[in-house]
């Protein structure tokens, strides 16, 4: 019912995170009668767009890209469901911007999180959502929290969740977690930033840090890494003896 998006992997990181990049919010709640989370970063993406992000059914644990505008309390967000969307919206950008006005998701703002309605061609469907955490890297004062980023990479079977933290401003990830799509369990948890990967500190979308390799052949993602050396990536790439990714040598 849902189809997933793979992402070829990107060559256009320039340069590391600035103080002001990490504004994340998650929420939990329903769509319709179904539960969903949601999960924003606001920032300028440029193309007029100032808020991009994903939400899953908790059903399914599929993420699926979110791109928008947030105009005061009034959030629209429109939905990518292929990869040829993804690179013209996302990658390639447009001088012209994007029109977000009949956008699926219409949302308002609250002090607790968000409400509003879901539509398509055929239905609406009311949208209820509680805020479930933030992170905040340009309010030092804001102290410390954690937050769990779902990334726009995925496979058929699994999807994958950073655990990312502030501390007075300071933004870290300690873990990648492996989830079961079937059973919705942690099946695995690495260190991205293994194997001299500076992993999740470049300016793309958060969610982006974690990508699908390729749409067919074995399960295999990408991490994009950032070093003095200059941007480049980490390949995991699943081992169904061990049923664990495992990080891939280059040229291996």
């Not at 905040?136 to 102290?143: E, I, S, V, Y």
Request: glycine content about 10%.
């Amino acid at each position: 019912m849902y189809r997933l998006l793979s992402l070829i992997p990107l060559l256009i990181l320039t340069s590391p995170a600035t103080a002001g990049w990490y504004r994340v919010t998650n929420y939990t709640g329903h769509l319709g009668d179904a539960a969903v989370h949601l999960s924003l970063q606001v920032y300028s993406f440029g193309s007029g767009l100032n808020v991009e992000g994903s939400y899953y059914y908790d059903r399914y644990r599929s993420p699926i890209v979110l791109y928008g505008k947030l105009d005061g309390d009034q959030l629209a967000l429109c939905e990518i469901h292929d990869t040829r969307t993804f690179s013209r919206i996302i990658e390639q950008g447009s001088k012209s911007g994007f029109d977000t006005t009949a956008c699926p998701l219409q949302l308002t703002l609250t002090g607790q999180g968000a409400n509003g309605k879901w539509h398509d061609r055929h239905h609406t469907l009311a949208v209820n959502l509680s805020r479930a955490g933030q992170l905040n890297d340009d309010h030092p004062a804001h102290g410390s929290a954690e937050l769990k980023i779902p990334f726009w990479g995925q496979t058929a079977y699994h999807t994958f969740v950073g655990l990312y933290r502030t501390e007075q401003g300071n933004v870290s990830i300690d873990r990648v977690d492996v989830i079961s799509k079937a059973s919705g369990k942690v099946v695995q948890r690495f260190n991205p930033n293994a194997h001299e990967c500076g992993f999740g500190f470049t300016m793309t979308p958060i969610y982006m840090n974690l990508q699908t390799a390729s749409p067919r052949g074995p399960e295999q993602i990408v991490l994009t890494c950032y070093s003095q050396r200059g941007d480049r990536s980490a390949i995991y790439t699943f081992n169904p003896d061990s049923g664990r990714f495992v990080f891939t040598p280059p040229g291996a």
